[in-house]
């Protein structure tokens, strides 16, 4: 049972444009949620976190929101840019879990020149 | 600091070999994970360790996977013996520990492609 997930495994956006990926979750223990990118032969890096207190954190042209009644999140990258081409991963964490992180099944974002 | 440093960074084995991948977490990380990535199941968590105990080895898929943390600045992830549904990529990650309440940034390595053929 899949308790992050993100149902696009993939997206194409132009540069410049806003990319938009989401993210559901089923735990309603979730309380943190993190945002990872990945490159190819790399491991994932953190980009951005939010709190269940928050219903919106931004970092630059990064903005993550939490919609925690509706179990779901979002990443907005505003321009996108070709170098954000990458996978990007969902991930979510319980208090109390130890910090154990639970990942979705990430979505991969080609930003177009 | 030079980060989460794995090894190696790609191991070719045959079915049935032993194998072993490494893990130096960043100095002064707590926590340590292991991860397997597949296309089928994404990014899933072996095991973890807290001050080089294991805390919940739930996620690792049989016996003949095992792995140990001897001191704060090396783990080790075994497969014994390996088999082709084993080929993933084996991401190790370290976290800081800031406490109760806290959820900690995780750092990753660049990951060990493995393939048992």
């Known amino acids: 049972d899949q308790q992050v997930k993100q149902n696009s495994p993939s997206l194409s956006v132009q540069e410049g444009r806003i990319s938009i990926l989401n993210c559901d979750y089923t735990?309603?223990?979730?309380?943190?949620f993190l945002w990872y990118k990945k490159y190819p032969a790399e491991g994932p890096t953190f980009l951005i976190s939010?709190?269940?207190?928050?219903d919106k954190n931004e970092d630059g042209r990064f903005t993550v929101f939490l919609n925690k009644s509706a179990k779901h999140l979002s990443l907005h990258i505003v321009p996108s840019q070709p170098g954000d081409s990458a996978v990007y991963f969902c991930?979510?964490?319980?208090?109390?879990?130890?910090?154990?992180?639970?990942f979705g099944g990430g979505t991969r974002l080609m930003v177009k020149p | 600091d030079a980060g989460v440093i794995q090894s190696p960074r790609h191991e070719v084995t045959e079915m049935g070999q032993e194998v072993t991948l490494r893990c130096k977490p960043i100095?002064?990380?707590?926590?340590l994970f292991w991860y397997r990535q597949t296309m089928m199941r994404g990014l899933e968590l072996l095991i973890y360790?807290?001050?080089?105990?294991?805390?919940?080895d739930s996620g690792m898929p049989e016996d003949r996977f095992s792995a140990k943390m001897p001191n704060a600045s090396f783990s080790t992830l075994k497969i014994q013996p390996s088999e082709p549904r084993d080929s993933a990529v084996y991401f190790c990650?370290?976290?800081?520990?800031?406490?109760?309440?806290?959820?900690?940034?995780?750092?990753f390595g660049p990951g060990t492609r493995l393939t048992v053929l």
């Open positions: 990650a370290s976290s800081e520990g800031q406490g109760v309440g806290y959820t900690d940034t995780q750092y």
């Open positions: 360790f807290n001050n080089n105990v294991p805390i919940d």
């Open positions: 939010i709190s269940s207190i928050k």
């Open positions: 991930a979510a964490s319980a208090l109390g879990a130890g910090n154990m992180l639970t």
């Open positions: 100095s002064g990380h707590d926590y």
């Open positions: 735990n309603s223990m979730f309380d943190y």
